[in-house]
T-cell receptor, first 112, second 117 residues
Framework: GNSVTQMEGPVTLSEEAFLTINCTYT??????LFWYVQYPGEGLQLLLK?????DKGSNKGFEATYRKETTSFHLEKGSVQVSDSAVYFC???????????FGRGTSLIVHP | SAVISQKPSRDICQRGTSLTIQCQVD?????MFWYRQQPGQSLTLIAT?????????ESGFVIDKFPISRPNLTFSTLTVSNMSPEDSSIYLC??????????????FGPGTRLTVT
């Protein structure tokens, strides 16, 4: 079956630091990959996505590259801000399903 | 895209009671879903709300505990019945709708934070 593994949090960084949140997956077929963000007290929002190998999704300074050879979709940002503090979920859709498989989420805390 | 609202945004309930959560979408959608997010955990799909027929429940979830209504293409309710403290979670409504271009994406409501005492 499909599964998504994310690095455990919380990840604590100072403002302007470099961010990496690791995500690896197992899936049948050729999945589409997603990162969702959940700000405190809110629902999930789609942050970025990639639908085929070597695609790079990007949004709001965040990037992730679909790496088929390593089955990974790591989230990166060059310089984080306090406002980026949130929980980040990696997810995939595969096998003809329209329902995402989510990772456990990684909490990011950015200090001024 | 789709904009989703949920009511209530949060509630504190006594064990043994029931709570009905409403989900309203600003456009007609075919697929609507209900998720549970327990503290510190990822999202777990409870069921797919089907318009005009019974909801489709995932393993571990049953209609008697989580009855769902879907009277039309823009609205659904989830009831958490005979609540216990283990039901304390965030309940999220989600829909599948057109994103950019020809792709479909999942959109989520803001969630209902339920605490059972």
């Amino acid at each position: 079956g499909n599964s998504v593994t994310q690095m455990e949090g919380p990840v604590t960084l100072s403002e302007e630091a470099f961010l990496t949140i690791n995500c690896t997956y197992t899936a049948t077929g050729y999945p589409s990959l997603f990162w969702y963000v959940q700000y405190p007290g809110e629902g999930l929002q789609l942050l970025l996505k990639a639908t085929k190998a070597d695609d790079k999704g990007s949004n709001k300074g965040f990037e992730a590259t679909y790496r088929k050879e390593t089955t990974s979709f790591h989230l990166e940002k060059g310089s984080v801000q306090v406002s980026d503090s949130a929980v980040y979920f990696c997810a995939l859709i595969s096998g003809g399903s329209y329902i995402p498989t989510f990772g456990r989420g990684t909490s990011l805390i950015v200090h001024p | 895209s789709a904009v989703i609202s949920q009511k209530p945004s949060r509630d504190i309930c006594q064990r043994g009671t029931s709570l009905t959560i409403q989900c309203q979408v600003d456009s007609q959608v075919t697929m609507m879903f209900w998720y549970r997010q327990q503290p510190g955990q990822s999202l777990t799909l409870i069921a797919t709300a089907n318009q005009g027929s019974e909801a489709t429940y995932e393993s571990g979830f049953v209609i008697d505990k989580f009855p769902i209504s879907r009277p039309n293409l823009t609205f659904s309710t989830l009831t958490v019945s005979n609540m216990s403290p283990e039901d304390s979670s965030i309940y999220l409504c989600s829909v599948e709708a057109k994103g950019g271009g020809f792709t479909y994406e999942q959109y989520f409501g803001p969630g209902t934070r339920l605490t059972v005492t």
